[in-house]
């Protein structure tokens, strides 16, 4: 089946300072990947989508110099939250599509949990 | 554009007792349509997906759906819950070649025993 793994799980991190996180796609090959954050008490925001061969696309409020994004194989990708503040606490999740086998369905990870102090 | 609605934020039932989520979209085009279940301090496990063919889909668990084009909706159904059920339940929405689903705001469950 297909998995998706996140590291870490969890992170506490000073404000003004940096969290990088990872997600590892087992299985398959992750020809597509999704970034989400679920701030506290909200729904998820997509902050990019990254697909292989093709640049990474920001959503609107979220940008490269803020949330770098590396996609260098169909197995791995890594964002970082460069000088994390309380507004970017939350819960990221990285979201992979397998090739055109599944279609459009995206496989979640656990998730990385930024708190922010 | 695209929206899904999740018109309830929380329910509430007894175990045994059967369940219906309710999930309405807003799209113009053909939808691919999900519903995702997280539990607490978990990530989003898939329940099942709708592409096309027969509008009732089975998931795991005893979950399935089934799409209305005419009513825009994508409820989900159990006939019989569990306590474990307990989660927050996210419909979400794709389209074509979007690999980034929109997501509802979840419907939060609980399961009393």
């Known amino acids: 089946g297909a998995l998706v793994y996140q590291y870490p799980r969890r992170t506490i991190c000073k404000s003004g300072t940096s969290m990088r996180m990872e997600c590892q796609a087992v299985?398959?090959?992750?020809?597509?990947v999704a970034w989400y954050r679920q701030s506290p008490q909200k729904t998820f925001e997509l902050i990019a989508l990254s697909t292989v061969n093709s640049a990474i696309k920001y959503e609107q409020n979220f940008t490269q110099e803020k949330f770098p994004i590396s996609h260098p194989n169909l197995s791995f990708s890594s964002m970082t939250v460069l000088n994390a503040y309380l507004e970017d606490r939350g819960l990221y999740l990285c979201g992979a599509r397998a090739g055109t086998s599944s279609g459009n369905t995206l496989y979640f990870g656990e998730g990385s949990r930024l708190i922010v102090v | 554009a695209q929206s899904v609605t999740q018109p309830d934020a929380r329910v509430t039932v007894s175990e045994g007792a059967s369940l219906q989520l309710r999930c309405k979209y807003s799209?113009?085009?053909?939808?691919?349509l999900f519903w995702y279940v997280q539990y607490p301090r978990q990530g989003l496990q898939l329940l099942l997906k709708y592409y096309s063919g027969d509008p009732v889909v089975q998931g795991v668990n005893g979950f399935e759906a089934e799409f209305s084009k005419s009513n825009s909706s994508f409820h989900l159904r159990k006939a019989s819950v569990h306590w474990s059920d307990s989660a927050v339940y996210f419909c979400a929405l794709g389209s074509g070649g979007n690999y980034k689903p929109t997501f509802g705001k979840g419907t939060s469950l609980v399961v009393h025993p």
């Open positions: 299985g398959f090959q992750a020809t597509s």
């Open positions: 799209y113009s085009g053909t939808p691919y």
